[in-house]
Antibody
Framework: EVQLVESGGGLIQPGGSLRLSCAAS????????MSWVRQAPGKGLEWVSL???????HYADSVKGRFTISRDNSKNTLYLQMSSLRVDDTALYYC???????????WGRGTLVTVSS | EIVLTQSPGTLSLSPGERATLTCRAS???????LAWYQQKPGQAPRLLIY???SRATGTPDRFSGSGSGTDFTLTISRLEPEDFAVYYC??????????FGPGTKVDIK
């Protein structure tokens, strides 16, 4: 079955670090554009980061310098290393498979990150 | 920086009615890079339309997309009960690399 399963979310204090994982099945992460998209409670969608099949990485200004996207091809897994977390990083983080035309045709169910003291 | 604006914020309609949702970009967007998503409560977004007018696999033909430049439209010809949801437009390729609109909620009148 083609799917994405996120994990690693939780409650973390401001300034802390967390690593999210996204395990893919049914397709190869390294051959696709992969992204993280987040959704704060009751709010809309916000793109966070993207890694291309050629290993180019891109970040939203709101997370640049604090978050790092990567993947482990041997595990067919995408990661998001988050550091210097802020209260406004609180959101449901989705992993999504992207297309070269920039749309996302496969989404995980998300993992919730809560940044609070 | 490209900003996407969606209107209306909320659209209250009855089943069987036609829904017209608008996405406006602050600068021209290539229609190749304009997509629409549907999101229901407690669910991940689902791709409906890509390339401004191409239906994704599984998208019913009552959904259609159109537009170019700065103005794009998602039309639902006859609303079914399962269509009441939030709809987002999204662009790719312009600074910032990727943005979503704020969404339009289609709810039952």
């Amino acid at each position: 079955e083609v799917q994405l399963v996120e994990s690693g979310g939780g409650l973390i204090q401001p300034g802390g670090s967390l690593r999210l994982s996204c395990a893919a099945s049914g397709f190869t992460v390294s051959s696709n554009y992969m992204s993280w998209v987040r959704q704060a409670p009751g709010k809309g969608l916000e793109w966070v980061s993207l890694i291309s099949s050629g290993d180019n990485t891109h970040y939203a200004d709101s997370v640049k310098g604090r978050f790092t996207i990567s993947r482990d091809n041997s595990k067919n897994t995408l990661y998001l290393q988050m550091s210097s977390l802020r209260v406004d990083d609180t959101a449901l983080y989705y992993c999504a498979r992207g297309h070269v035309l920039g749309f996302f045709d496969l989404w995980g169910r998300g993992t919730l990150v809560t940044v609070s003291s | 920086e490209i900003v996407l604006t969606q209107s209306p914020g909320t659209l209250s309609l009855s089943p069987g009615e036609r829904a017209t949702l608008t996405c406006r970009a602050s600068q021209s967007v290539s229609s190749m890079y304009l997509a629409w998503y549907q999101q229901k409560p407690g669910q991940a977004p689902r791709l409906l339309i890509y390339g401004a007018s191409s239906r994704a696999t599984g998208t019913p033909d009552r959904f259609s997309g159109s537009g170019s430049g700065t103005d794009f439209t998602l039309t639902i010809s006859r609303l079914e009960p399962e269509d009441f949801a939030v709809y987002y437009c999204q662009q790719y390729g312009s600074s910032p690399l990727l943005t979503f609109g704020p969404g339009t909620k289609v709810d039952i009148k």
